[in-house]
């Protein structure tokens, strides 16, 4: 059976950018929000851009319901009383995927960096999900390093030309996300292990924001050398 993708805050930029993405490959995507009207205003302004209906508006807890795989796509401020409400409604069935970076607010000639304390003892965001979540609820962490003005970006960039690292300590689970991964244009996801990678991928975010900061542009990303098509 299809998995259906679905993005609770989906309408801020990087729920925006995976959209696009998304819709794009022709793949319907379930836009969620706090509120409706603002999942119809985003979802209609995607839909124009990409010349079709197939961003779906809905509900953070609609989109929870509906969904298959839940992209978590709010600042990481917001993450755990985002999707604490909805976690009645989640199975070992379903997937939640952790798209958020931990980092410190920008400062004008400091080095991008992470938060130095997370709830609960976590040191990472997915580590921090992991701890919210009820242990049967698959986690994958993923997307981590895309910038969304890149993922926005589709008339200069019509394709992205990066590998994005994908981990969690559920493999199947993990491999759906790979496979959903791979639908968007010359995307390509690279096994990262389990949670803990959580801490890496998330500093490789804030070295990334630094040197796009530094070029002054937003294109940098990653490519793993060496990676064959059927490795992945």
């Not at 059976?1 to 950018?17: E, V």
């Not at 400062?107 to 242990?135: H, I, T």
Request: charged residues 25%.
């Amino acid at each position: 059976m299809a998995k259906i993708i679905g993005m609770i805050g989906g309408t801020g930029p990087q729920g925006q950018g995976l959209a696009l993405r998304w819709g794009l490959a022709g793949e319907s995507v379930i836009m969620g929000s706090r509120q409706q009207e603002k999942a119809d205003r985003i979802s209609t302004q995607v839909n124009d851009t990409l010349g079709k209906d197939i961003i779906i508006p809905r509900t953070n807890e609609a989109c929870v319901k509906e969904s298959d795989i839940i992209l978590c796509t709010t600042p990481f401020d917001y993450i755990v009383n985002t999707i604490s409400p909805f976690i009645k409604h989640l199975t070992a069935d379903h997937i939640v995927v952790d798209v958020t970076v931990p980092l410190k607010p920008f400062e004008k000639g400091k080095m991008v960096d992470l938060l130095p304390e997370l709830e609960q003892g976590a040191k990472s965001a997915s580590e921090l999900l992991r701890k919210v979540l009820p242990s049967e609820i698959p986690l994958v962490g993923a997307f981590k390093t895309l910038s969304n003005a890149t993922l926005r970006d589709i008339d200069r960039l019509p394709v992205l030309n990066q590998d994005v690292f994908i981990f969690g300590r559920e493999k199947q689970a993990k491999h759906i996300v790979k496979e959903k991964a791979a639908l968007i244009k010359n995307l390509r996801p690279v096994d990262a292990g389990g949670t803990l990678s959580a801490r890496h991928v998330e500093r490789f975010t804030a070295f990334l924001i630094g040197l796009n900061r530094r070029y002054k542009t937003h294109n940098f990303g990653f490519n793993v050398t060496g990676l064959t098509e059927r490795e992945w």
